[in-house]
């Protein structure tokens, strides 16, 4: 892909390319919203988290997460995913 194609500053008529654009950005956000939650260091924010866990005395180990997150990362990206599809 075109790095160039994707400089929201660029004005183009090109339907296609901007077409391209907007599905590029959507996956990054369903992907950066998603990580997170099939791994632990999938975001700061889940490292945080788990450390305040720890700190109040549960003990969430990796493999607990991971399993955790196998379940609802599948979930939720089907959801999302329905939800892009009934939006267009």
């Excluded at 183009?12 to 260091?41: E, H, Y």
């Excluded at 959801?79 to 267009?88: C, E, K, M, Q, S």
């Amino acid at each position: 892909m075109d790095i160039d194609r994707l400089d929201p500053n660029a004005h183009t008529t090109d339907s296609k390319a901007l077409s391209r654009l907007k599905n590029f950005r959507i996956g990054l956000l369903i992907g950066v919203d998603l990580g997170p939650n099939l791994s632990v260091t999938g975001s700061l924010a889940t490292i945080l988290w788990l450390q305040v866990i720890r700190r109040e005395g549960e003990e969430i180990g990796f493999l607990q997460f991971l399993r955790v997150g196998a379940v609802a990362m599948p979930v939720a990206l089907l959801t999302v995913l329905g939800a892009r599809l009934l939006i267009g």
